[in-house]
């Protein structure tokens, strides 16, 4: 074995395609006027793994540096970025970053993020430029079949606070509530009198669909309970003006659990319609700055680069010109490129070797008489 386990060479399309993701991104990005950040890949392992961030110290890439410290891999942009912006201005900011993350948990150790993180802007506004961005990203890409989908890390929230469980056991009915477990969810609440809650989460399991039924009956069901007939309106009007404003399918899941730790409020992610996988996933996260002693609003959003990579269907590929020169003939033919600034031009010395399929127009170069001369195609050209 050449490479560690979960390390991977890429070849071709697939990294051509994983290239006009962040070529695209970049291109949205600025045009909607976001700055770009860059942080380092190696950073100290507490910062993520600290009570604001919560990452298991396992599902990191580390080792131990000369003074004995823990290093890690980048394994998230969203909390290297808040430590690289603390003692930043206070001024709302629009950040866009693009590069690999690692966890340990992951099949491939590596994978490609593009995302965005806006911090100190008013919360409404800051969670519908991440989602229209995120629309506006996959338009260009041409990625059309996913839907959005919203929750709320405040639902499931309300009812734990009502609980006394250990961390181990929330951590464990968020699972199950994410694995859609009815029985463990009830089995794991339904204790000292807590029936009615258990009740209610196993309820929340099913509170997934088309936003409007969904919402609309919960604003009957929850009529009496303020903090979550509240969190029932916000999900409702952010789902109206995405829905007001393009065409993709906006659905809610009132039982998604956050996936991770530092997410406080509004949470949603990209699904595709084709396999269901998430092709982007974010939320509002106003905590995670308090480990650097800073109050600040944020939210954002990451998109997985691979997965999106996996749906291009690139149409309009540049036209192939190939031009078969010679030792002589090459720096002419170098010179042709600007005849043909938007097409592949490929130069070889002997036409057996290519496949003239693959190609828009043949192009010879001739040297008689220290002449040049280029003849187009085969048909028109005769050896003498
Ligand atoms: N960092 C998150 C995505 C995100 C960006 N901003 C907020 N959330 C992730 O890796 O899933």
């Given at each position: 074995m050449l490479l560690p386990i979960g390390s991977q060479d890429d070849f071709g399309e697939t990294v051509t395609n994983r290239n006009f993701v962040f070529e695209t991104f970049r291109k949205v990005s600025t045009l909607r006027g976001y700055q770009e950040i860059s942080t380092p890949v190696v950073e100290y392992a507490n910062i993520f793994t600290n009570k604001h961030v919560g990452m298991s110290l396992q599902s990191l890439m580390k080792w131990f540096n000369s003074e004995g410290e823990i290093e890690v891999l980048r394994p998230d942009w969203t909390t290297a970025i808040a430590r690289a912006l603390t003692?930043?201005?206070?001024a709302p900011e629009k950040w866009a970053y693009q590069g690999s993350i690692f966890r340990n948990n992951k099949v491939g150790v590596e994978s490609r993020q593009v995302g965005i993180e806006i911090i100190n802007f008013p919360n409404f506004h800051g969670e519908c430029e991440c989602l229209l961005m995120a629309r506006n990203f996959l338009d260009e890409l041409t990625i059309n079949h996913y839907v959005i989908e919203l929750g709320h890390t405040g639902i499931f929230e309300y009812f734990i606070n009502q609980l006394d469980l250990s961390d181990e056991e929330i951590k464990a009915l968020q699972i199950a509530m994410h694995d859609k477990r009815k029985d463990k969810v009830y089995q794991l609440v339904a204790r000292n009198g807590k029936e009615h809650i258990a009740s209610e989460l196993v309820v929340l399991i099913d509170a997934f669909g088309p936003f409007e039924e969904v919402l609309n009956d919960y604003e009957i069901r929850w009529g009496n309970y303020p903090v979550l007939l509240k969190i029932v309106n916000h999900i409702k009007k952010l789902a109206e003006l995405l829905n007001e404003s393009g065409k993709v399918p906006v659905i809610v899941d009132l039982g998604m659990v956050k996936k991770?730790?530092?997410?406080?409020g509004i949470i949603f992610r990209g699904l595709l319609e084709e396999n269901g996988s998430t092709c982007f996933s974010g939320g509002r996260y106003d905590k995670l700055y308090d480990q650097f002693g800073e109050n600040k609003n944020a939210v954002g959003l990451g998109f997985d680069v691979d997965i999106l990579a996996k749906q291009l269907r690139i149409v309009n590929k540049p036209k192939r010109i190939c031009v078969i020169a010679s030792d002589e003939t090459l720096s002419y033919a170098e010179k042709i490129r600007k005849d043909y600034a938007d097409f592949i031009v490929e130069v070889f010395y002997d036409d057996e070797m290519i496949d003239k399929d693959n190609f828009q127009k043949v192009i010879y170069i001739l040297q008689k008489d220290g002449e040049y001369e280029v003849i187009e195609n085969e048909d028109m050209y005769r050896f003498n």
């Open positions: 003692k930043h201005n206070k991770l730790p530092y997410y406080s």
